[in-house]
């Protein structure tokens, strides 16, 4: 597996969480990197995104505010951090490799994805 995300867990809304993407290959220093995540019965929704320098970021409207998406190229790591969490952000979180190097927010921009990571917020 290259790309690995971990941290989840189960928190009381309005607590907190930080999940990661490992990339254990190092295919992903010079390419953008995005968070998505699939509720069950969902369609698999765009949730942040980070250029390959951590220069630019992206959110979707409903984490606005909320979460923050940083990387540490020099241990190939990408971090989400999640604040203020919902009952509705429960999902299970996929980080995802995109073919360029910037932010994108289209699944069709991304090539590798990593194994999800289940988060539960209870209310």
């Known amino acids: 597996v290259q790309l690995q995300a971990s941290g989840g867990g189960l928190v009381q809304a309005g607590g907190s969480l930080r999940i990661s993407c490992t990339d254990s290959r190092r295919t992903f220093s010079n390419n953008g990197v995005g968070w998505f995540r699939q509720a069950t019965g969902k369609e698999r929704e765009f949730v942040a995104a980070?250029?390959?320098?951590?220069?630019?970021?992206v959110y979707a409207d409903s984490v606005k505010g909320r979460f923050t998406m940083s990387r540490d190229r020099t241990k190939n790591l990408v971090y989400l951090q999640m604040n203020s969490l919902k009952p509705e952000d429960t999902a299970v979180y996929y980080c995802a490799r995109a073919r360029g190097s910037g932010a994108a927010t289209m699944r069709t921009t991304y090539d590798l994805w990593g194994q999800g990571t289940q988060v539960t917020v209870s209310s």
């Open positions: 980070i250029s390959w320098n951590g220069g630019n970021t």
